[in-house]
């Protein structure tokens, strides 16, 4: 574990116990950690002040969470900021008095938003000195910003930042901020403008917080005691606070339930339930189907049909088990109309889809069995022909409205193909083996056809079998097979794991890289001959979680038809930025630059033929020896993916781990042409 000198010093004389945490408390920690790349360091830098927030004001140990995330609630209460580059710009110049000409200008040159903030601060005088910022307070501006909407809503939300920034650095605004030297340092200014920007840079993942979390709750139940943690008892408790976290990911419910009743009974307290979407499993890429028989020697698996539509989690609470439930009551709609009890439809990233599929829900009471009182089912939507009786492409599901749907205006019909069950009659399944998780299911549901139907499955053993299972799945309109583990422990659900224990063999990618990958576009170079009206490439990149940056991967101009390239660029002129965002990682090279850049928004599934080492792009190039970064050969456009946020993107990470595959079949096939 990191340690952090201490200067002996109270940094923060005027933060008594019980009083509201400083938000300049926090920027303070931000700023030690922008400062440095060292995990254990962040971590430690992040700990330490969590345990001042307990031994202090444990009451504002939610909020701090919340702004160290930069969320300010969890997924599933949708709660969004629906804020653009140019509001934030006006009101850093209504709030520190300089003209919008001034900050574009100031913008150009720097490149950062938060950086012109503190510096537009640190040059403005103050006539009267207001309160400073608080945590509590910053969270609940924000959160009242994220909820003005409609008519007029642009203006009120300018007016509400301006509040903020103008009690922003209220103790420090006489220093002038060395943007050079310190990155602009704990100016809070720069903290609440990245928070608006959606990105506050500091590598600080999720897991870091976490992680920081827990030591922290650790540390200052064992001060209480007079003691020091053990290695171990640390150990233990990130290890609990993550097993919790990942069956129930709300801040809300469990940082309460943490400080009532301490850190070791936190699973007893707090347990998966329908009301609070948990993050899916999700399957490693193969590229032979021998692979998959390498993986599960000698185990009992299973091969299901890989459907190809969008990922959803339907939970549900009968009318007589609504008492036990005490989240669900929030979370969970309840349209008493078309059906009875409690219920809601959760995307794979814990937004509620409820308004996108009301004919789902209004559907839901036929399949419910009496005995079934409530319930988490994991299950894919699949476009439905029911004239022919058969699933149709996943192009056809993306056409549907995303909300305020009417089941009167539906011309898209979606069959629910069920594969998972994670909570049945009161208990977590999560532990069980899929054998017995699956057999649940059969008994909760009854399947109606074109409706509700299970995932289609078959026991295969060896290559042939599996290759017969991989071609009616074809026939089935599928994209492949998902072959998971079936007995044994390994069999568990892992909620938010990229499992060995899931694989899916697409019957594409059998050969190539074995997988298609979603990368986010972030800026596109005009059209030439035909198409000089419209954009003619595109700058495409993956995700780092760990750096929290976009790094290029490729150009791609190809896979476009015209009425596509049409609509692409009236859907991107949108989003248009003047100059890469600082979290964009790019070569800086004259002739590799875009005509223009985008914000981050929008992923794209794309096919290559294998991947390659260039100093051009910089995905994974510090995995590569920081010279050269991994890039795609030959890209071709396949799809949108509307259903899947920037951050879901393909991550540098996959990238790197498909690069060291191709690498060693690659040696192995040369060996191979030695021998022969
Ligand atoms: P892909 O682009 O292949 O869907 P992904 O990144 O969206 O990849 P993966 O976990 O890699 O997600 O692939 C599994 C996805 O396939 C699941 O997220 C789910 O939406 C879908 N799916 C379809 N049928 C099944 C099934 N029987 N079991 C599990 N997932 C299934």
Redesign the pocket.
């Known amino acids: 574990q990191a340690t952090i000198k201490s200067t002996g010093k109270d940094p923060y004389p005027d933060w008594k116990p019980g009083e509201a945490v400083p938000y300049a408390a926090l920027c303070t920690t931000f700023s030690l950690v922008e400062l440095t790349t060292k995990r254990l360091q962040i971590t430690a830098y992040c700990s330490a002040f969590l345990q001042q927030v307990m031994r202090l004001t444990p009451q504002d140990l939610l909020p701090t969470i919340q702004l160290m995330l930069n969320k300010l609630a969890a997924d599933y209460a949708g709660i969004e900021l629906g804020i653009g580059e140019s509001l934030i710009m006006k009101a850093i110049g209504e709030s520190s008095g300089r003209s919008l000409a001034v900050i574009k200008e100031d913008h150009k040159k720097i490149g950062d938003l938060g950086l012109v903030a503190a510096k537009s601060k640190s040059k403005q005088g103050q006539m009267f000195k207001p309160k400073s910022l608080t945590v509590r307070g910053v969270h609940q501006g924000l959160l009242d910003i994220a909820k003005m909407e409609g008519h007029g809503s642009q203006d009120q939300k300018v007016r509400a930042i301006n509040k903020l920034m103008a009690s922003a650095d209220v103790s420090s605004t006489s220093k002038t901020v060395d943007i050079e030297k310190d990155k602009g340092g704990p100016s809070e200014a720069k903290f609440l403008v990245r928070f608006l920007e959606g990105k506050l840079r500091l590598g600080l993942a999720e897991k870091t917080v976490i992680i920081a979390l827990a030591q922290a709750v650790v540390t200052h139940e064992s001060a209480k005691k007079g003691k020091v943690p053990s290695t171990d008892k640390l150990a233990e408790g990130e290890a609990a606070l993550k097993t919790v976290y990942s069956e129930l990911p709300s801040y809300e419910v469990i940082i309460p339930a943490m400080l009532e009743h301490g850190i070791s009974h936190l699973h007893e307290t707090c347990k998966l339930q329908p009301g609070v979407p948990l993050k899916?499993?999700?399957?490693?890429?193969t590229k032979s189907i021998t692979e998959v028989l390498d993986r599960f020697e000698g185990k009992d698996f299973t091969c299901?049909?890989?459907?190809?539509?969008?990922?959803a989690q339907i939970h549900y609470v009968a009318p007589e088990a609504i008492s036990e439930f005490p989240a669900a009551a929030n979370t969970l709609s309840k349209d008493s109309k078309s059906f009875k009890g409690l219920a809601a439809i959760f995307s794979?990233n814990s937004e509620d889809l409820s308004k996108k599929y009301p004919d789902i829900l209004e559907k839901l009471d036929k399949w419910i069995k009496p005995t079934t009182k409530s319930f988490v089912l994991?299950c894919?939507t699949v476009a439905w022909d029911p004239q022919n009786k058969k699933v149709l492409p996943f192009q056809q599901l993306m056409t549907r409205k995303r909300k305020d749907v009417k089941t009167s205006d539906v011309t898209v019909k979606v069959c629910v193909?069920a594969?998972?069950m994670l909570f049945y009659n009161g208990e977590a399944l999560v532990k069980k083996t899929l054998r017995e998780r699956r057999e649940l299911m059969h008994n909760a549901l009854e399947p109606v056809e074109g409706e509700l139907q299970f995932?289609q499955?078959g026991d295969a053993k060896d290559i042939e079998e599996i290759q017969h299972l991989l071609d009616d799945s074809v026939k089935a309109s599928?994209?492949g097979l998902?072959v998971?583990m079936l007995d044994t422990e390994e069999s568990g659900y892992e909620p938010s794991k990229?499992s060995r224990n899931?694989l899916?063999v697409?019957k594409d990618y059998l050969s190539g890289v074995g997988?298609?990958l979603?990368l986010v576009v972030l800026g596109a170079y005009h059209g030439k001959g035909k198409r000089t009206s419209w954009y003619g490439a595109f700058l495409l990149a993956a995700y780092s979680a760990d750096t929290q940056n976009y790094e290029t991967v490729c150009n791609i101009g190809t896979g476009f038809s015209e009425q596509l390239l049409e609509e692409l660029h009236k859907e991107l002129s949108e989003i248009v930025i003047e100059r890469p965002k600082p979290f964009y990682s790019h070569s800086t090279t004259k002739n590799d630059q875009p005509d223009v850049w985008f914000e981050a928004r929008y992923v794209w599934?794309v096919k290559t033929a294998d991947l390659t080492l260039s100093p051009r792009y910089r995905a994974a190039i510090e995995e590569m020896g920081g010279k050269n970064g991994i890039s795609l050969r030959f890209p071709r456009f396949i799809q949108r993916?509307d259903?899947?946020k920037p951050d879901?993107a393909?991550s540098t990470s996959q990238v790197a781990e498909m690069y060291r595959k191709q690498e060693v079949v690659q040696k192995e096939q040369s060996g191979k042409a030695g021998v022969d």
């Open positions: 899916p499993m999700l399957a490693k890429p299901e049909f890989k459907y190809d539509g969008e990922r794979r994991d894919e193909f594969f998972d995932a499955y599928c994209e998902m998971k990229r899931w899916k697409k997988d298609s979603d599934e993916r259903d899947k879901e393909t």
